[in-house]
């Protein structure tokens, strides 16, 4: 409205409410940490840098209570992701020292606080001479009037200033969409898709209308058979796909410091039926782990009556107090990262409501962020203070609030919703779950020749419905186990718009793209964003036409990973070697074993793929590897 006002007026008095252009060699919309990371690769490679953030604080999700890093295999993913975990150490290191309890309780820097990850990003955004300005306050509505097109390229986009309410159009050789969203490619003309392919379509694991028992994965658990399919599946599984989106929340920063905590206050806007299901759960201790899949009701009932005595439950695995709706990781100086508890029905995420987001407009995204603000703190009221809850665990809940430290502006509560997918563009190459599972036990999955990051996260969902009357689980929720992976350019490229690049809303399924959402993944594709639009600045190409092995050496000299070694790690000297080596397919497997002597199979086959004769002299795999390397 503010917006419309300010358009109107203008005409009236026959002002101009849209600034002149301003032009720059890449412009980044979104300062999440795939924006950022996009912005310090472009700069360090001497191009001038826009970065418009809607908010008046940059970061993402890690600055927004994320501080649990999401990586399952610590070195699949290196590069910028990696100088910034080694900054978030040094922060406490230097702050606190070395045999403090901050610096044990920051797990080398892949566990920070949110104020902690701001100010790292924002030391690495101001660290690039100048070459970055960053503007908040900027928001870039996904509307095609606000893209301006010459050909196949972008020639301009205009954003609104929130503060002045005027339109501000900006040009830029190379654009970059890092929003989690998806905006500005969709408003370019970028197809995408919404919602859960089915199992039909794409023959993934866990993909459509699933139902799962938390804790279950492909190799372990409940066997059980629905549809033909003989899995881990649960019964309502039909693997049909659908519009469904899965659930956001936001990631809260408790404390029980009482010295640094704002107590949870009941809510305006508070409706105890929407939390009233807890009780049950609670007295009989009834949750979604697999552990719960041979009780009896007896069982159930054997915890009500340990309650009411006054003790804790007794279900195997049951989570107790605040751990009933928020899965708590522990962070430095006391705080924690509340996440959704995924054993609950009933916890932070709110399945359903958020179907809207991608595609919707900032005033309904902004209507539901205060939405979901108020059942956030509705359900922690609800478990401190309901006098149905057991009287224990009510005072177990009750040492738990806000931090006073945290998100001084917003009242302890974080600034941003945890839009866990929004828009998913679709790119010249389309990732499934088969790019992250092994071809067979014990190997990698598809090696893609063009990577431009390894990575490595289980496939992962959370739900897409609310509770259901008869179900062990929400509809939805699944882990599945996956191993390092490859990730090749093209999930960031469209097959049309010759200047656009999207590292965030990349190209995938709904499975598929369940594990590249995370925020290292992010980041290194963040990097090789930046570094490919410098690319296209200096070489007048189409994104689509750049010189990947250019780009990937570009992305090794700045200590970026592309495939995952157990044995040789960035900074080692032969690691370059050995990623180009390893695409080329001539180190299959996941140590380079580069001390040990070639046998004779592998011998020919360093002779078979290379079209080279090796002379007798060579005799480790490592300078057989580095004879080939220098002739190719």
């Given at each position: 409205?503010?917006?419309?006002?300010?358009i109107?007026?203008?005409?009236?008095?026959?002002?101009?409410?849209?600034?002149?252009?301003?032009r720059?060699?890449v412009?980044?919309?979104?300062?999440t940490p795939?924006?950022?990371?996009?912005?310090?690769?472009?700069?360090?490679?001497?191009?001038?840098?826009?970065l418009?953030?809607?908010?008046?604080?940059?970061?993402g999700?890690p600055?927004?209570?994320?501080?649990?890093?999401?990586?399952?295999?610590?070195?699949?993913?290196?590069?910028?992701?990696l100088?910034?975990v080694?900054?978030?150490?040094?922060?406490?290191?230097?702050?606190?020292?070395?045999?403090?309890?901050?610096?044990a309780?920051?797990?080398?820097?892949?566990?920070f606080?949110?104020?902690?990850?701001?100010?790292?990003?924002?030391?690495?955004l101001?660290?690039?001479?100048?070459?970055?300005?960053v503007?908040?306050?900027?928001?870039?509505?996904s509307?095609?009037?606000?893209?301006?097109?010459?050909?196949?390229?972008?020639?301009?986009?205009?954003?609104?200033?929130?503060?002045?309410?005027?339109?501000?159009?900006y040009?830029?050789a190379?654009?970059?969409?890092?929003?989690?969203?998806?905006?500005?490619?969709?408003?370019?003309?970028v197809?995408?898709r919404?919602?859960?392919?089915?199992?039909?379509?794409?023959?993934e694991?866990?993909?459509?209308?699933?139902y799962?028992?938390?804790?279950?994965?492909?190799?372990?658990g409940e066997?059980?058979?629905?549809?033909?399919?003989?899995g881990y599946e649960?019964?309502?599984?039909?693997?049909?796909?659908?519009?469904?989106?899965?659930?956001y929340?936001?990631r809260?920063?408790?404390t029980?410091?009482?010295?640094a905590?704002?107590?949870?206050?009941?809510?305006?806007?508070?409706?105890?039926?929407?939390y009233?299901?807890?009780?049950?759960d609670v007295w009989?201790?009834?949750?979604?782990g697999?552990?719960?899949a041979?009780?009896?009701?007896?069982?159930?009932?054997?915890?009500?009556?340990?309650?009411?005595?006054?003790?804790?439950s007794?279900i195997?695995?049951?989570?107790?107090?605040?751990?009933k709706v928020?899965?708590m990781?522990?962070?430095?100086?006391?705080?924690?990262?509340?996440n959704?508890?995924?054993?609950?029905?009933?916890?932070t995420?709110?399945p359903?409501?958020?179907?809207?987001?991608?595609?919707?407009?900032w005033?309904?995204?902004?209507?539901?962020a205060e939405?979901?603000k108020?059942y956030?703190?509705g359900?922690?009221?609800?478990?401190?203070?309901?006098k149905?809850l057991?009287?224990?665990?009510?005072e177990?809940?009750?040492?738990?609030?806000?931090?006073?430290?945290e998100?001084t502006?917003?009242g302890?509560?974080?600034r941003?919703?945890?839009?866990?997918?929004?828009?998913?563009?679709?790119?010249?190459?389309?990732?499934?779950?088969?790019?992250a599972?092994a071809v067979?036990?014990?190997?990698?999955?598809?090696?893609?020749?063009?990577?431009?990051?390894?990575?490595?996260?289980?496939?992962?969902s959370?739900?897409?419905?609310?509770?259901?009357?008869?179900r062990?689980?929400?509809?939805?929720?699944?882990?599945?186990e996956?191993?390092?992976?490859?990730?090749?350019?093209?999930?960031?490229?469209?097959k049309a718009?010759?200047?656009?690049?999207?590292p965030?809303p990349?190209?995938g399924?709904?499975?598929?793209?369940?594990?590249?959402r995370?925020?290292p993944?992010?980041m290194?594709?963040?990097?090789?964003?930046g570094?490919?639009?410098a690319?296209?600045?200096?070489?007048?190409?189409?994104v689509?036409?750049?010189?990947?092995?250019?780009?990937?050496?570009?992305?090794?000299?700045?200590?970026a990973?592309?495939?995952y070694?157990?044995?040789?790690?960035p900074?080692?000297?032969?690691?370059?070697m050995?990623?180009?080596?390893a695409?080329a397919?001539y180190i299959?497997?996941w140590?380079?074993?580069l001390?040990?002597?070639?046998s004779?199979?592998?011998?020919?086959?360093?002779?078979?793929?290379?079209g080279?004769?090796?002379?007798?002299?060579?005799?480790?795999?490592?300078?057989?590897?580095?004879?080939?390397?220098?002739?190719?």
């Amino acid at each position: 409205m503010k917006r419309v006002l300010c358009i109107l007026f203008c005409l009236v008095l026959g002002l101009n409410c849209i600034r002149a252009a301003e032009r720059y060699d890449v412009v980044v919309v979104g300062a999440t940490p795939g924006g950022i990371c996009a912005s310090v690769a472009a700069a360090r490679q001497g191009m001038s840098v826009l970065l418009l953030e809607r908010s008046h604080h940059v970061g993402g999700l890690p600055a927004n209570g994320l501080g649990a890093t999401d990586i399952t295999t610590r070195g699949a993913t290196a590069g910028l992701f990696l100088e910034f975990v080694q900054r978030n150490r040094q922060y406490y290191l230097e702050k606190y020292g070395p045999g403090s309890q901050q610096l044990a309780d920051c797990s080398d820097g892949y566990h920070f606080e949110p104020s902690v990850a701001e100010k790292t990003f924002l030391d690495m955004l101001g660290e690039q001479g100048g070459r970055i300005k960053v503007l908040y306050g900027r928001q870039f509505d996904s509307d095609p009037a606000n893209v301006v097109t010459k050909g196949f390229d972008i020639a301009s986009i205009r954003v609104l200033d929130r503060e002045s309410g005027r339109l501000e159009t900006y040009e830029a050789a190379v654009f970059i969409d890092a929003t989690y969203e998806g905006d500005l490619a969709a408003a370019a003309g970028v197809p995408y898709r919404l919602g859960r392919e089915s199992r039909a379509e794409l023959g993934e694991p866990c993909s459509g209308r699933i139902y799962r028992h938390w804790g279950v994965q492909f190799n372990k658990g409940e066997k059980s058979c629905y549809n033909g399919y003989e899995g881990y599946e649960s019964e309502g599984t039909t693997y049909q796909g659908d519009n469904a989106v899965q659930a956001y929340n936001y990631r809260l920063c408790l404390t029980t410091d009482k010295s640094a905590m704002i107590p949870i206050a009941k809510p305006a806007r508070y409706d105890r039926e929407e939390y009233a299901s807890l009780v049950e759960d609670v007295w009989t201790g009834r949750n979604t782990g697999i552990e719960t899949a041979g009780l009896t009701d007896a069982d159930y009932e054997a915890n009500r009556a340990a309650l009411k005595a006054g003790g804790r439950s007794i279900i195997p695995g049951d989570p107790w107090g605040m751990a009933k709706v928020t899965n708590m990781v522990k962070l430095p100086n006391g705080k924690t990262d509340a996440n959704n508890q995924h054993m609950a029905f009933i916890s932070t995420d709110l399945p359903e409501e958020n179907w809207p987001w991608p595609t919707a407009s900032w005033e309904w995204r902004d209507r539901f962020a205060e939405r979901l603000k108020d059942y956030t703190l509705g359900l922690l009221w609800f478990v401190q203070n309901d006098k149905d809850l057991p009287r224990q665990f009510r005072e177990e809940c009750r040492r738990w609030g806000l931090s006073s430290t945290e998100y001084t502006d917003n009242g302890g509560f974080p600034r941003q919703v945890y839009v866990r997918e929004g828009r998913r563009m679709e790119g010249t190459y389309f990732f499934t779950a088969h790019d992250a599972i092994a071809v067979s036990e014990g190997q990698r999955p598809p090696i893609h020749r063009e990577s431009i990051s390894s990575s490595h996260y289980a496939l992962d969902s959370h739900a897409c419905h609310k509770r259901e009357a008869g179900r062990v689980h929400l509809d939805g929720f699944f882990g599945y186990e996956s191993v390092p992976y490859t990730i090749p350019f093209g999930v960031m490229v469209p097959k049309a718009v010759g200047n656009l690049l999207f590292p965030v809303p990349v190209s995938g399924s709904h499975v598929g793209f369940s594990t590249m959402r995370m925020e290292p993944c992010w980041m290194a594709l963040g990097q090789a964003a930046g570094t490919a639009a410098a690319q296209a600045v200096r070489s007048g190409l189409p994104v689509q036409k750049l010189s990947i092995g250019q780009l990937q050496d570009e992305l090794l000299a700045a200590g970026a990973s592309l495939i995952y070694f157990k044995d040789v790690a960035p900074g080692s000297p032969d690691f370059t070697m050995v990623q180009k080596m390893a695409l080329a397919g001539y180190i299959p497997g996941w140590e380079a074993r580069l001390q040990d002597k070639a046998s004779r199979s592998e011998l020919e086959s360093f002779r078979r793929l290379s079209g080279i004769d090796i002379p007798g002299e060579r005799v480790t795999r490592k300078d057989i590897l580095r004879y080939i390397y220098e002739r190719l």
